[in-house]
């Protein structure tokens, strides 16, 4: 058995889950693919894969096996371009995972520069404010505005975005312009959950070299950027958010800053992905290319 070979169809079946998209996508029959699992696991004497009609599940010594071939295919792939014109050309397809306001307002709009140095890389981009799974869903790095939990992921903060505090015209007119945030206490927020966790924030102000919680009643919560925003237009409370995606509203006098003298702590902005020795050219230009997209924007 070419374990290599072996090596690759099993890590694309785990990204794809499923047998049938792994063959298709490796243009293999499918009974190779299943068979060259089948093969795979009796030499290493662990199950990997859980298949049921639906769904392909995997096993803890999967994941494991999965992490360190990654960690091999890798290796493999930055020795084969030590001399190949790929080692300053990296080509091939990255996905990429982030909150629709990162890419609505900082990263597609500086993708043409990007594409400019890769042309010959083809990013496959998620845009979501929910947790993704990097194993299951076959990502290769993510952008988040919170660190992880997940101790089998690399997690790189590559920012600090400043936040405001804002509210709406109409929503000022009816509750009255806070002076300080101990003012608060007639006044409500947009409530902002987890929709994995079903966690509820609240509002954070600093002050005096520490950070300030203030819980406020809601009439709404929201568990998206976009809806967040939305609410705060409409009205319904003051919200606190990073300065880039907030800019846009107040230059058209949608929303007005308040209690600027004590501000949200910046956000920070990690970027995560597998551990390992190595990273594939593609992946490593594309994070590198990030961190000093952002570095640009925290220092705005």
């Known amino acids: 058995m070419d374990h290599i070979q072996a090596m690759r169809i099993f890590t694309r079946i785990v990204e794809l889950g499923s047998f049938s998209r792994a063959a298709e996508h490796l243009q293999l029959p499918r009974a190779t693919v299943s068979n060259t699992l089948k093969r795979l696991e009796q030499r290493l004497g662990v199950r990997l894969l859980l298949r049921t009609t ?3 599940h995997i096993t803890a010594e999967g994941t494991l096996y999965y992490q360190r071939c990654l960690q091999l295919l890798d290796a493999l ?3 084969d371009t030590l001399f190949h014109h790929h080692k300053l ?3 091939g397809k990255v996905r990429i995972d982030m909150p629709h306001s ?3 307002e900082i990263v597609i709009p500086a993708l043409k520069d990007f594409y400019q140095r890769y042309p010959e890389i083809e990013l496959a981009l998620g845009a979501n404010d929910t947790h993704v799974n990097l194993l299951r869903e076959g990502v290769d790095c993510v952008l988040r505005a919170w660190e992880t939990a997940d101790d089998t992921l690399v997690a790189r903060r590559i920012a600090q975005m400043p936040q405001l505090t804002c509210a709406s015209p109409a929503y000022l007119r009816a509750f009255g312009v806070p002076q300080s945030i101990d003012e608060l206490h007639h006044h409500q927020a947009v409530g ?3 929709f994995t966790s079903n966690r509820s924030y609240p509002l954070e102000f600093c002050r005096n070299g520490s950070v300030e919680l203030r819980e406020l009643p809601s009439k709404l919560s929201v568990s998206g950027a ?3 925003t939305s609410a705060c237009r409409a009205g319904m409370g003051l919200i606190q958010g990073a300065r880039y995606s907030l800019v846009p509203w107040l230059k058209t006098g949608e929303m007005v800053e308040v209690l600027a003298a004590t501000p949200p702590p910046p956000m920070p902005i990690y970027i995560m992905y597998p551990p390992g020795r190595f990273l594939a050219p593609r992946v490593r230009v594309l994070i ?6 952002f570095d640009r924007y925290e220092k705005h």
């Open 54 to 56: 639906r769904q392909v």
């Open 226 to 228: 976009d809806a967040y």
């Open 192 to 194: 902002y959950f987890s």
């Open 89 to 91: 050309q990296p080509a």
């Open 288 to 293: 590198d290319w990030l961190i000093v997209l």
């Open 102 to 104: 990162l890419a609505r």
């Open 77 to 79: 792939e930055e020795a």
